[in-house]
């Protein structure tokens, strides 16, 4: 599968971007789906995740009751809403596939990865 993100851009404190993830490929609808971050400097890390069919999410602690996962796999897309950005937020998300549909939290337990989005958030 490839996976392409979009969405990415500039922001003030406090404000809102929604982030896109399209895959190709017939089987998106089976797969675990994650959001990951990377600031500069600093490890990947897990913000996001889904299950395949949309009913089961998680989130980093970070993120918890500002951002929302979610799927459409009839149109083979994931989403993240993010609200109440805060420049800590700064980074470029990436999302990610697990092809045996396995949460997984750790960057090395995901099979495929888009391209990421730049999001900078400024006070």
């Known amino acids: 599968v490839q996976l392409q993100a979009s969405g990415g851009g500039l922001v003030q404190a406090g404000g809102s971007l929604r982030l896109s993830c399209a895959a190709s490929?017939?089987?998106?609808?089976?797969?675990?789906m994650g959001w990951f971050r990377q600031a500069p400097g600093q490890e990947r890390e897990f913000v996001a995740g889904?299950?395949?069919?949309?009913?089961?999410?998680s989130y980093a602690d970070s993120v918890k009751g500002r951002y929302t996962a979610s799927r459409d796999n009839a149109k083979s897309t994931l989403y993240l809403q993010m609200n109440g950005l805060k420049p800590e937020d700064t980074a470029v998300y990436y999302c990610?596939?697990?092809?045996?549909?396995?949460?997984?939290?750790?960057?090395?337990?995901?099979?495929?990865w888009g391209k990421g989005t730049q999001v900078t958030v400024f006070q």
């Open positions: 990610a596939a697990n092809q045996f549909a396995l949460p997984r939290t750790r960057p090395n337990g995901m099979d495929y």
């Open positions: 490929g017939r089987t998106f609808s089976r797969y675990y």
């Open positions: 889904i299950s395949w069919t949309g009913d089961t999410t």
